[in-house]
């Protein structure tokens, strides 16, 4: 389970450190950051599968997603005594993400490459990375370090170095993920990889999820939902059943769900609700039905992750469902450590009744995204490598 979360210079986050809980509600109004910070945690992913570069690149390079508010906010500018201003830039950019979890710590640092005689000047390049032991980093925590183009690994109380010539724009775990020579390495690519995320379900005329679709077994769910009905009879055959059946019971009262399969070995979904003489298609569900059978399907994954990330679960569904959406998020936090990004007060009032749900709550202060209440000592703990 991540236990903190830090960010530098990513668009309107200048400076934020989270900590983190095993079912983490993040609520805020519009252009509090909520976006930004979700944006921020799957480029994190990205370093994990080779694309960290290709993604910046396209939300428009590093200058696009930089911090573009001054270098120091100080306390007059916050009092409003002075104008918001830049002064001459005393550090050299540098966007940096990391997080601290009861296993591994990890932290990356992007940057421009140096003045060259190359078309790519403005491509972002990987400065530093570095795996650590612990809560927050410390030298004598690091486990693993890159910096530039040089990649070494702590052997006991010596530093070997097992790469010089590492490509500036690869991450070590794209060369140096071997689980007998730098196991570390591979824990955290593997932990990184398992992350899910959720944040948009077609539910259109032509969403593939309402056609019938060639079954094979899915213990997870595609992320734009197009094998829910393997996904649900997978979940039927090895997964937990009976919450499958009480989380529709929950949603509508007196209806069932049944996945088809037809001859060709295609599967569809029958809805079945009371009063009615045949059972609806998957192409006649509403589009909040629908919705809502799909966060069933992700949430009791037989293969939980170990971090599952929803970008405004809510999305379509009535106010009704909510509390039976808040419900079954919390039973899949039993499992997966979950982010629920949200600003519906229905879904966020019954997340909060739930005993494991931390909240956090975000606010913009002088286009700065800050958590509400948070000092500059309520944070976590934690340290950037140099």
């Known amino acids: 389970m991540l236990t903190s979360l830090s960010i530098a210079n990513y668009r309107s986050i200048m400076s934020l450190t989270l900590p983190l809980g095993a079912l983490n509600l993040i609520t805020g109004p519009n252009g509090s950051g909520k976006s930004n910070l979700y944006k921020a945690l799957r480029l994190l992913a990205k370093t994990a599968s080779g694309g960290v570069i290709n993604s910046l690149a396209e939300e428009g390079g590093l200058h696009s997603t930089y911090w573009a508010g001054p270098e120091t906010i100080s306390d007059a500018m916050r009092r409003g005594d002075v104008e918001v201003q830049g002064t001459k830039r005393n550090n050299v950019m540098r966007l940096k993400l990391g997080f601290a979890s009861d296993t591994f710590g990890y932290a990356i640092s992007l940057g421009l490459p140096a003045p060259q005689q190359s078309a790519f000047a403005f491509d972002p390049e990987i400065k530093h990375e570095c795996i650590f032991n612990g809560d927050y980093y410390r030298p ?40 007998a020579s730098a196991a570390e390495v591979f824990h955290v690519r593997e932990m990184i990889r398992s992350w899910r995320f959720y944040d948009h379900f077609r539910t259109d005329s032509d969403a593939p999820a309402r056609k019938p679709q060639l079954g094979t077994r899915t213990p997870v769910l595609h992320h734009d939902g197009r094998d829910l009905a393997a996904a649900l009879q997978t979940i039927i055959e090895i997964g937990d059943n009976e919450a499958l059946d009480h989380a529709i019971e929950d949603a509508f009262p ?41 966060w069933i399907a992700a949430l009791l994954t037989p293969r939980p992750p170990a971090l599952m990330v929803l970008n405004e679960p809510e999305t379509s569904l009535h106010p009704d469902l909510l509390p039976a959406l808040a419900r079954l998020i919390g039973h899949a936090s039993q499992h997966s450590q979950i982010w629920v990004i949200s600003h519906a007060n229905r879904l966020i009032n019954a997340l909060n009744e739930h005993p494991a749900c931390h909240s956090i709550a975000l606010e913009k202060v002088l286009g700065q995204t800050e958590v509400q209440g948070q000092g500059m000592l309520d944070g976590p703990n934690w340290n950037w490598p140099e």
Request: glycine content about 10%; proline content about 4%; charged content about 25%.
């Open 140 to 179: 004598a925590s690091s486990l693993v370090e890159r910096k530039g183009g040089v990649v070494k690994i702590r052997q006991g109380r010596q530093w070997e170095v097992i790469s010089q010539h590492i490509p500036n724009y690869d991450s070590l775990f794209d060369s140096h993920a071997d689980p």
């Open 254 to 294: 007196g209806c069932k769900l049944r996945v088809v399969t037809k001859d060709d070995g295609r599967f569809s979904l029958e809805f079945f609700q009371k009063g009615l003489l045949r059972p609806l298609t998957g192409a006649e569900l509403s589009d909040g039905t629908l919705r809502f059978v799909l």
